[in-house]
């Protein structure tokens, strides 16, 4: 049987490899890494501008770092927009990841605003392609710890230190997406751990034989500081502790290196390192569910980074659509769709994603 290479394959691997591959002179950052990192990340002004409000924004989590946004400044609101030239249409055909990006983006947009005196109401509007306004109209001033998480929060998809979280830090995640109409189911009894990578195992392999998949991913990926610096979006492999290597040969290394049987083996070990996993599931299954769940997620990660938590998303297992009605069932949550899936535990910090230029992004 052949194998073709995968997003998690490649993205997630402790790489078997790595001492092999290590390369001379391959380094995962540089000085124009660093500086773009301490650009996107520096801590928001206390009279912040739009442009700063949007800056913080754009440091949410979003599928493949595509950065599928766009923001409109208006008077007293922002308007944050899909843009569907950046969707990823193999893994995400409907948009729903693109739409739950939104609601991650603008969870962050919401929190910043509140803890700089501003209302951060947001609301999504289905009307026409489906965007969100939140409101910066004055309010009394709420600085959270999601707030100080914002810039330091990131998807760390390494194999974590199988420690268990202690139950307050649970309660408080519990409590941080109590909100938004979307529910969070968490896992961490050992057999439904079990059920889950099942799932994840499932949904990894249909992906694999997915030519069109992999194809999306390989376009996404980028395999060392000055790609990353040069595009400013997509995935940064060395976040996945990668060896970081030529463009060229990364794109080689992605086409050989690894199997079916290697990443789901990578899969069980990840997840069986973690405390647990958390599935959201929001409301409805459309535009405004899905940004709902994104929202719910941001809230999550945001918390769990505050705690001292890293956290991934293991999705394979929602965005197949025949493993998502067996997860429907595993979870009895009727005909309510499982909108994302995410391991939570405790891990190593990991190089960062850059994230485009504020003006790259405002229209
Ligand atoms: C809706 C959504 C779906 C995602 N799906 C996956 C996924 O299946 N696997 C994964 O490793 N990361 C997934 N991510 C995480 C993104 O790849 C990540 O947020 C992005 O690369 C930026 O990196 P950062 O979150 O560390 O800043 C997803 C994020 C969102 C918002």
Redesign the pocket.
């Known amino acids: 049987m052949t194998s073709r290479p995968t ?2 394959a490649f ?2 691997a402790g790489v078997a490899g790595a001492g092999v591959l290590a390369l001379p002179g391959c380094s995962d950052t540089s000085q124009a890494y660093r500086d773009a990192i301490a650009e996107m990340t520096r801590p928001l002004p206390a009279n912040p501008d739009l442009r700063d409000l949007v800056r913080y924004a754009t ?7 595509t950065q599928p946004w766009k923001f409109a400044l208006q008077d007293k609101l922002i308007e944050i927009r899909p843009d569907f030239s950046r969707r990823t249409p193999a ?2 055909p409907d948009d ?3 739409f ?2 939104l ?2 983006a603008a969870e962050n947009l919401s929190i910043a605003a509140r803890a700089r005196g501003m209302s951060g109401e947001a609301r999504f509007d289905a009307a026409g392609d489906g965007q969100a306004q939140v409101d910066l109209s004055g309010a009394v001033q709420e600085e959270s710890e999601l707030f100080g998480a914002i810039p330091t ?5 390494v194999t974590y230190d199988g420690k268990a979280a202690p139950s307050d830090v649970v309660d408080r995640l519990e409590a941080a997406v109590a909100f938004h109409d979307v529910d969070a189911i968490f896992i961490s009894d050992e057999k439904d751990k079990e059920d889950m990578l099942s799932l994840v195992v499932d949904g990894n392999s249909q992906q694999i034989d997915d030519a069109a998949f992999v194809v999306e991913l390989k376009e996404w990926l980028r395999f060392n500081p000055d790609a990353m610096v040069a595009s400013r979006d ?3 492999s060395a ?2 502790r990668n060896p970081v290597m030529p463009s060229w040969l990364g794109s080689i290394m992605f086409d050989l290196a690894f199997t079916k049987q290697s990443e789901n083996d990578k899969y069980a070990e990840q997840i069986r390192s973690s405390h647990g996993i958390a599935v959201f599931v929001a409301q409805s299954d459309d535009k405004q569910g899905w940004f709902d ?2 929202r719910a ?2 809230r999550f ?1 945001l918390q769990a980074t505050a705690d001292g938590l890293k956290q ?5 297992a929602v ?1 197949v659509p025949e493993v998502r009605r067996e997860l429907r069932s595993l979870l009895g949550i009727g005909d309510r769709r499982p ?2 899936v995410v391991r939570f535990g405790y891990g190593p910090e ?1 190089p ?2 850059l ?1 485009r230029p504020v003006q790259d992004v405002i229209v």
């Open positions: 997003r998690r993205l997630f440091l949410a989590a979003n599928g493949h770092n893994v995400d729903h990841h693109l739950a990006s609601g991650c929060r990131q998807c760390s998809r997509g995935l940064y976040a996945s769940a994104g997620y941001q990660a991934a998303f293991v999705n394979q965005e909108n994302l990991m960062r994603s994230r």
